[in-house]
Structures are given as C-alpha cells and as structure tokens.
Nanobody, 128 residues
Framework: QGYLVESGGGSVQAGGSLGLSCAAS????????MGWFRQVPGKEREGIAL???????SYTDSVKGRFTISRDNAKNTLYLQMNSLQPEDTAKYYC??????????????????????WGQGTQVTVSS
C-alpha cells in the first residue's frame, strides 16, 4: 500500500512564497507520474502542475510562470514552489501519483478517482 504525505502549507500575504513537499512511500515512486492538485470548497479539484517520470513538466495557465513543480527520485519526494501568491491561490493542495499520465484542469467525469494514490492535503491561505 502506497502513501503520500504533503507538508509545507500555511498562511502568507499576497505576493509571498511558499514551498510544498510530498513524501511518497510504499510504491516505486520513480515509475509514477506525479502532480499537484488544489480544491476550494464547492468547486472541483483541479490539476495545476504535473511532472512525468523523466522530469517534463506542465502547468495550468493560472499558475504558469509562478509555480514550479519538481521531483527528487532519490528522496521519493515531490515539490511545489509557489511564488507571487495571490488570494485566488487559497485552496487545499494535494499531491497525486498515477502509473499513467495525470491530467491538468478540473477532475471532471471522475477521472481523478482513477489515480493510484492521493495525499491528505495541506491548506494554503493567501491574504490580501
């Protein structure tokens, strides 16, 4: 059984930075596609930053240029560096792992239910 544990969330003022980490265990991390998702109450969870097994990255337009996803396969850890944070970035942030490519954008049609592993989430709050 695999596990993902996020850390690094918190509160920050607009324009500030935060870094998130996601520690993986119980599965062959380097063989999995990884991603960061976020969700606000009443809205669908959405994929915002993805990284494949070779390190290629993709971002949703809302975070492109401000967020950076990276992975350390030696440490079985996924990272998300968030800069120039805005109040609209306030959400609970989750990491996910899947044996097939993840998808950016809303988790429509239950697609995210198929992903192999999810973390428990970490709250990020940005005040204006």
């Amino acid at each position: 059984q695999g596990y993902l544990v996020e850390s690094g969330g918190g509160s920050v003022q607009a324009g500030g930075s935060l870094g998130l980490s996601c520690a993986a265990s119980g599965f062959m991390y380097r063989l999995y596609f990884m991603g960061w998702f976020r969700q606000v109450p009443g809205k669908e969870r959405e994929g915002i930053a993805l990284i494949d097994r070779d390190g290629a990255t993709s971002y949703t337009d809302s975070v492109k240029g401000r967020f950076t996803i990276s992975r350390d396969n030696a440490k079985n850890t996924l990272y998300l560096q968030m800069n120039s944070l805005q109040p609209e970035d306030t959400a609970k942030y989750y990491c996910a792992a899947h044996v097939l490519p993840l998808k950016l954008g809303p988790c429509s049609g239950g697609v995210c239910n198929e992903y192999n592993y999810w973390g428990q989430g970490t709250q990020v709050t940005v005040s204006s």
